[in-house]
């Protein structure tokens, strides 16, 4: 461990937020149990539970039994909360729609691009300059110099370059302007006038502390750097301090974090064997890896990660899902509370969840899912496509199945006339869509029937004329010419309210954020000029589904499911990192349709090295934050091979080469194998 006054800088082994909470006692033995003068700034809401627990146990050993305090936050939304905003805050919706109406006034820098769709890519790249605080130069010429250098001599004319830099510096400067004349600012301005309002009115008494830092942009950096020079603020860091920041490695993010900050380079820290361990697997120095791992075991013969760290290779995501589900069983029968399941692949996370709460264990889940993939949301996509389609029989049944129609109606009924619709109508006389059509044929097979018989297909005409009626108000904008964005979710929403839908989703979490959503939009137009097409509704509606998250009522369940970026800090008496293949640890690139890497880094945005290297760290801790560690990912899905992660992959190399075995978990494939172990 490497301390100062300022700076702690802990190996991996070390737990930030225990050395965080004894810091925090110690410096503030005097005031105690009043914390009222310190903040705390940590990455994420769930570290900042646990260090409340590690204060409160600090504090009953030091003869307190409560605490008052401290403020426990991140750091952008403790900025957020210091002062008013100076103007108006654009929300995501409303800049959005002034960007697609710049894109429409400025048509000949991208021809016969769709401006939805560049409005995406822009809004990508300029979130990306707000966060960072970068602002592009004034003026075109000065913007190209910038992009030749770093592109190279040999480009600074070339019609491509000139042709991207011109669009995003045009838009760029447009959409700005658009914002001054209107009177507002987006979040990342708010932001950065807070961060310079917050450094001018700090109280001289007010004490800072920070971990689980993985960037800064500047402008919180300069923030930072003035607490840590005037003595009122504590930074605690993970990582050996590698000699170049700009490295593919894990201790690269602290020692970009040390040079942003102008704080001197600590030598590395310590750790355990297991720490020893990882760090030789993953080392970038030039030994080969066979060296490394010979070397290792014959300092170490006992394998540290065979101890601690185990791998399924299961044949499929279901049997990854049902490994994850028998293994969190097997902990928690053995007394195991504190168990963690992190993973980047959300569709492994849902099925994983319902799986484990059909065996008794109720989740908390950190990290949610995207509105686009709830059974609320589904629901409104059928719906619309019925309409699309000129109902087409397989999304109008899909919807009229739906548990969100006609809510007042009774379940059983209703189901039993879509049923007789169903196969009365759609199967037995072959109907594929159109309502008249559907009336058509109910009354040729009334008439084949008996009076008792027919009888029975009446109220199937009531169920069409309400689907009829809800579809119309939507039916009318289909026509191809441009309609105001109000005017289309106006039509939804007296849609919607026909189908009994706004009464079922404000009763449904997942369709109350639905609804707020919905409701966003309609706020956002006003004072907008902008016209859009259908088509045009239709995506922008889809890209607000897909963008915003729901995340589940809270649940007091102590399975704990989420991101890599959520389990930071945290500890656990076993973990599972679910789901380590290539695709999502590191995760592919999601590249940019403007600029390279080196262009970016130019600009001061962060490279995608960078990235992974955030990334790699996040893993990196968490091979340490629990005495049992299962890693679980697929061999195999539909027929094709899925490509391991390179990290694992390092690992299981490393391991192979030093001891002579990969580290699977063979008791748990064979239960999985076995029916008996699965509910």
């Known amino acids: 461990m490497t301390a100062s006054p300022s700076l702690l800088l802990l190996p991996y082994n070390e737990d930030p937020l225990r050395h965080l909470a004894t810091r925090i006692i110690e410096d503030n033995r005097g005031q105690l149990p009043r914390l009222t003068d310190c903040v705390v700034l940590l990455p994420s809401p769930q570290a900042g539970q646990r260090l409340r627990r590690l204060l409160l146990t600090e504090a009953e050993a030091a003869g307190h039994a409560a605490l008052l305090g401290p403020t426990i936050d991140t750091l952008p939304h403790w900025i957020g909360q210091q002062s008013p905003s100076p103007r108006p805050v654009l929300s995501e919706h409303q800049r959005e729609l002034m960007l697609v109406e710049a ?53 600074t004319q070339h019609q491509s370059l000139f042709g991207e830099a011109k669009l995003v510096h045009t838009l760029w400067q447009a959409w700005r302007q658009e914002m001054h004349d209107n009177g507002v600012i987006d979040r990342h301005t708010d932001y950065t006038l807070k961060l310079a309002h917050s450094r001018d009115q700090l109280p001289d008494n007010r004490r800072f502390y920070l971990a689980g830092l993985s960037r800064l942009s500047s402008a919180e950096a300069q923030w930072l750097a003035l607490l ?51 760090d030789c697997a993953f080392s970038n120095e030039a030994t080969p890896l066979a060296v490394r791992a010979r070397d290792f075991a014959q300092r170490v013969p006992h394998s540290p990660l065979a101890d601690t760290l185990g791998l399924i290779e299961a044949g ?26 992190v993973t980047e692949n959300r569709r492994l996370a849902r099925r994983v969840r319902a799986l484990l709460e059909r065996s008794g264990l109720a989740l908390q889940d950190a990290a949610g899912w995207a509105l686009s993939t709830t059974s609320a949301a589904a629901a409104l996509e059928r719906w619309l ?5 000129d109902f087409a029989h397989q999304p109008l049944l899909d919807f009229l199945k739906s548990p969100f129609l006609l809510p007042e109606r009774e379940r059983d009924e209703l189901l039993s006339c879509v049923y007789r619709f169903e196969q009365g109508v759609v199967l037995k006389e072959n109907i594929a869509r159109g309502m008249g059509r559907y009336r058509q044929h109910l009354r040729y ?6 009076a008792e018989l027919a009888a029975e297909y009446d109220d199937i005409y009531s169920l069409l004329e309400i689907i009829e009626a809800a579809a ?13 964005p109000h005017t289309y979710l106006n039509a939804l929403q007296d849609s919607l309210a026909q189908l009994g839908l706004a009464t079922s989703l404000a009763n449904d979490a997942a369709g109350q954020r639905i609804l707020e959503e919905l409701h966003a939009m309609q706020t956002a137009c006003a004072g907008s000029a902008l016209e859009m097409r259908w088509n045009e509704f239709r995506a922008w509606l889809g890209r607000t589904l897909e963008r915003f998250n729901f995340q589940p009522p809270a649940q007091n369940g102590q399975v704990q499911l989420m991101s890599l970026a959520q389990a930071s800090l945290l500890r656990f008496d076993a973990l599972i990192i679910a789901g380590a293949e290539a695709e999502y640890l590191p995760g592919a690139n999601p590249g940019s349709p403007f600029f390279n ?74 239960l999985i194998e076995d029916g008996d172990t699965l509910v």
């Open 228 to 278: 840590l020079s005037a003595g009122r603020a504590t930074l605690i860091l993970q990582g050996a301090n590698p000699p170049d920041e700009s490295a593919y490695h894990p201790d690269a993010v602290s020692r970009r974090l040390l040079q942003q900050l102008d704080l001197p380079a600590a030598p590395a820290p310590t750790g355990s064997e297991l720490s020893h361990c990882l």
């Open 103 to 155: 894109l429409i006034n400025h048509k000949y820098l991208y021809g016969e691009g769709n401006p939805w769709t560049l409005a995406q890519s822009l809004l990508t790249l300029f979130d990306e300059l707000g966060a960072t605080h970068v602002e592009l130069p004034e003026s075109l010429e000065a913007f190209l110099d910038t992009l030749g250098s770093a592109y190279g001599p040999s480009t």
């Open 385 to 389: 496509e019925t309409v699309e389609e």
């Open 472 to 484: 119309l108000p939507l039916r009318q904008l289909m026509d191809q010419r441009p309609h105001a």
């Open 445 to 450: 097979r009334q008439h084949r029937l008996t």
């Open 316 to 341: 499929n995501a279901e049997k990854e899902a049902q490994a994850i589900d028998v293994q969190v069983r097997l902990w928690w029968q053995a007394g195991k509370r504190r168990i963690g399941i």
């Open 597 to 670: 890497d080196g262009v970016r880094q130019a600009l001061g945005l962060p490279g995608h090295k960078q990235i992974l290297a955030e990334r790699f760290q996040q893993f990196r801790s968490l091979l340490e934050a629990a005495d049992a560690i299962l890693l679980t990912r697929r061999r195999e899905q539909d027929g094709e091979e899925v490509v391991a992660s390179p990290w694992l992959e390092r690992l299981q190399s490393f391991h192979q080469l030093a001891y002579g075995q990969r580290l699977l978990n063979q008791p748990l494939a064979a």
